[in-house]
């Protein structure tokens, strides 16, 4: 059975570049990214943690911890932190979890139960599946899961995007639409009433008996 949206985050103990961490501890009472890598020194990834690294500011503005992992030993890890500071020009100051036992990427089901013991001699395309982001609540719940293909990188932009719709539909009884940003319309749920919607948003727009509009809440 794969994870799905609204499952726990599986706990688990592991190395980091930052010392041992319980993960479900480490989130705290916040929300959390976990994003996953096929090896050190790919091409592709070390694009995608520079990136990370420059956005660790936002993500912080929205009580998201985040944190990567990498199917290599921590002791691989500094090298190529040097190596993603020179290519993007941002230092990776948030912890990279190493998994050579695999045992992350396993229990997260991104390889196999068959993929082995330890990352040696393994190459990128035989962990081409370990590509995931995983957006995790204050409640330990999966609330995001994207994969990608090893010659994509990811967009977090989007994932900011993804979190600031989280974020909000978890305190309004709203949906957002396709595309939305920050700031834009919203759509109230069926769950809300006519009356109710009047008194919670004020004006709204009826698009379809089931889609109506409203200013995104301010609070």
Known sequence: MSLRINDIAPDFTAETTQGTISFHEWIGD????????????????????????????EFRKRNVKIIGISVDPVANHAKWQDDIKTA???????????DKDLKVAKLYEMLPAGAGETSEGRTPADNATVRSVYVIGPDKKIKLVLTYPMTTGRNFDEILRAIDSMQLTAKHQVATPANWKQGEDVIITAAVSNEDAIKRFGAYDTILPYLRKTKQPSA
């Not at 890598?37 to 956005?55: D, I, Q, R, S, Y």
């Not at 993007?88 to 190493?98: E, F």
């Open 88 to 98: 993007t020009g941002h230092s990776v100051n948030y912890p990279l979890i190493g």
């Open 30 to 57: 916040g929300w959390a990214v976990l994003f996953s890598h096929p090896k050190n020194f790919t091409p592709v990834c070390t694009t995608e943690l520079g990136t990370m690294a420059g956005l660790e500011g």
